[in-house]
């Protein structure tokens, strides 16, 4: 059901690059039909949105204004919701809020010796796109992990788009919309939706940037616009690591596994632990539980495609394995998990502790749920504030610091063989002189 590997058996490097591998490409058709939509939403606009939302998701759309859901039907669905659900929503809103303000920059300015002004200003974006996906899923929580971090960096506009399939919306998805303060909403999925953010149409407005998750059209249809507009990432299959010290109760570990292993088939779990008899305890665990699973098909695919449990010498070897595979979210579920943190140079988001469930850190805990996969969290870091504001930098002579940094730059243009540079830099007055 799921692959054992020993760090010390002599197979173990072509096992764990096997580990590593990303999961089967995607159809090498994908590319091509993702950029003839682009296209063709970049040509037709409202005609051709409406054309790809009543073909691909089985509605009969009349006019691209229709796409768009009124404000107060969010505010609606928001008071349809159970009261329970509506709390927990408010209350995950509050947390996600709260922690991102820490993350907010201030613009910053000083003058240096020559009287020179030197300094950063942050602006925000003036409008971003959050595409979220609808159809076989509900994804409140991903409403909010995009789009409250937006929020709180002040940007002007927020445009969500979320697929309706034959007319079908989550009053979740929406309730959610209208706690994080979305602008606008449109039922428009896929490729086209993208298309349709990052060019703008008579009815849907043109944005800076587009961020949130979705199946491998949005993704490629994402990378293809990239350059037009920004966008957040390109992400791949959800991932867990967890290292455990063999403590733990191996049900929470097995359950923790399968809470990113039931995203989808090519999702990935990995247990890592110097503890042999505890591997053994986790497998059992898996075995018992697994059919109690309402998605048990997809997690048992996952885990016996992309998942391991990896026997390690100690809880060092465990972290440099774990460096090496630089996982969307880590679990430290050992005794001291901050000594172990240390250790720990990649990671998307990292869970400290035994009573830590990577899924809390999915709904409520506060940071954003969007984060790198597929080893990008080698260089890549969480979805937050900063990824919604610009940084300008900011220059200003005074005469004295145009003179001394005229005098510099002529020499280095000079070096370069930029004539005018060289007599743009040292055209102000007393720069010569500086230079004499």
């Known amino acids: 059901m799921i692959r054992r590997l020993d760090a010390s058996a002599p197979g173990f490097e072509r096992d764990f690059a096997a580990l590593r591998a990303p999961p089967g490409g995607a159809d090498g058709n994908i590319a091509q039909t993702v950029a003839a939509i682009v296209a063709d939403i970049r040509s037709r606009g409202d005609a051709a949105l409406v054309e790809y939302t009543n073909r691909f998701d089985r509605r009969s759309v009349v006019d691209a204004a229709s796409l768009e859901v009124p404000a107060a039907a969010l505010a609606e669905a928001c008071a349809r919701l159970p009261s329970t659900l509506r709390a927990a929503l408010e209350s995950a809103a509050k947390r996600i809020e709260s922690y991102h303000l820490r993350q907010r920059q201030d613009s910053w300015q000083y003058r240096d010796e020559d009287g020179t002004l030197l300094g950063q200003r942050i602006t925000a974006l003036d409008s971003v796109g959050v595409y979220v996906p609808g159809g076989k899923a509900s994804y409140p929580s991903s409403v909010l992990m995009n789009c409250l971090p937006a929020r709180v960096a002040g940007v002007g506009q927020l445009v969500m788009t979320v697929p309706a399939p034959e007319g079908e919306l989550s009053d979740a998805v929406l309730a959610a919309a209208h706690i994080a303060g979305v602008d606008r909403v449109f039922t428009v999925g896929g490729a086209q939706a993208v298309a349709a953010l990052a060019f703008g149409s008579t009815v849907v407005p043109r944005v800076d940037k587009i961020v949130g998750p979705g199946n491998a059209w949005v993704a490629e249809a994402k990378r293809q616009v990239f350059g037009q507009v920004g966008i957040d990432m390109i992400a791949g299959p959800s991932e867990i690591v967890v290292i455990c010290d063999g403590r733990t109760e191996p049900d929470w570990i097995a359950l923790d596994l399968f809470s990113q292993a039931e995203h989808d088939e090519d999702a990935q779990a990995v247990l890592i632990s110097p503890d042999s008899a505890f591997l053994d305890a986790v497998a059992a665990s898996i075995g018992r539980l697994l059919p109690t699973m309402e998605r048990r098909g997809i997690i048992a695919t996952s885990l016996a495609s992309r998942g391991a449990l990896v026997l390690v010498r100690d809880l060092a070897q465990s972290a440099d394995i774990c460096n090496r595979l630089a996982p969307e979210h880590l679990e430290l579920s050992v005794e001291d998990p901050e000594a172990l943190l240390a250790s720990i140079r990649h990671a998307g988001a990292v869970f400290l502790g035994r009573h830590t469930a990577e899924a809390i850190g999915d709904y409520c805990a506060g940071p954003s749920h969007v984060l790198p996969t ?38 280095l243009a000079l070096a370069e063989g930029l004539q005018a540079h060289a007599e743009s830099a040292s055209a102000r007055p007393g720069v010569m002189a500086v230079k004499a």
């Open 374 to 411: 597929s080893g990008t969290a080698r260089f890549s870091s969480p979805l937050g504030v900063a990824d919604f504001q610009k940084r300008s930098s900011l220059i200003g002579c005074s005469p004295r610091g145009a003179a001394v940094l005229g005098a510099i730059s002529r020499e």
